[in-house]
């Protein structure tokens, strides 16, 4: 089942009733010209059971903790967002599987060279489909994008990761003359930001649904980073949120602002198409097969990590 994502951009109250999301408006709960009628008929519920992701990008969004506690109960990721309405805190449960104990075990105790075989895996997945992206968008050369894919090595130790990415982000954006990829950088720097953020959620969701830690990564372990292994574990899905963004340039190209109808496209991620072991699949549900895999991975039941492969148009 593909879970919600849902942004709240305006003032509301959020609390919970029979297992529901219950949005009330304060301009209307406040209006005492308005009848109890019409206040009434305003209210909306969600089931909080298809509520996949939820982000609060305002400031007079109240809500309650009952509310709260039954989202993570339901292992839902819950976003916060700054005053740049770019996410900025991720919330998730710390229980979400039955047997989590005895899978923290297993991640935890994972040998070193199957976590840089696994990394391995994810790199070259990663740096295919960004030269699907390039070959569809950008008309460029792509074959040293492969040779530098199938020459990764265990751990990457030569760093092909990041020989890709320069040429990756030197064309990707043709009619952008310099475009470096930097999160505090130029347009539409923003837009990946958002996107990725959105991605990361998704990801760190679904680690937590199949038992395992997002702090603990594969390759990243930056000692303030609290989803390193969601960092990981998203790479081979960047290429998708790239090229959303891309479409959207290219549908509006004068009006990029972070407004609610860019958000609404954004907030599509995890429906967006994949193709994962020769099937098409929403995006979520390719995550939480990904993931699945990995802990079979630590596990010992498989030597390989299932992920998307991009296909060019």
Known sequence: MIKRTLCFSN??????????LVIKLPEVENNDTLPESFKKNAIRTIPIEDIGVILFDHKQ?????????????????????????????????????????????????????????????????????????????SHVEIGNMQKWANDVKSGDNDNLEGRAAAYYWKNIFPHIPHFIRDREGMFPNALLNYGYAILRAVVARSLVASGMLPTLGIHHHNRYNAYCLADDIMEPYRPYVDELVIELMDKRPHNLDI???????????????????????????????????????????????????????
């Open 11 to 20: 003032p509301a109250y959020l609390s919970l009733k029979n297992k529901q």
């Open 61 to 137: 969004i109240t809500l309650t903790q009952g509310l709260l506690e039954t989202l993570l109960e339901n292992n839902c990721a819950v976003i916060t967002c700054d005053n740049s309405h770019l996410p900025v805190g991720l919330l998730l449960p710390l229980c979400g599987n039955s047997t989590q104990s005895e899978r923290f075990r297993y991640q935890i105790d994972a040998s070193l060279p199957l976590k840089k075989q696994l990394w391995q895996q994810t790199i070259q997945c990663k740096i295919r489909n960004q030269a699907a992206i390039l070959k569809t968008y």
């Open 259 to 313: 407004n609610t109808e860019i958000k609404k496209e954004l907030l599509s991620i995890p429906t967006l198409d994949v193709i994962i072991n020769g099937q098409r699949s929403p995006l979520m549900i390719a995550i939480g097969q990904t993931t699945a895999s990995l802990y079979k991975c630590f596990s010992g039941e498989v030597r390989k990590i299932v992920y998307p492969e991009k296909q060019s148009k």
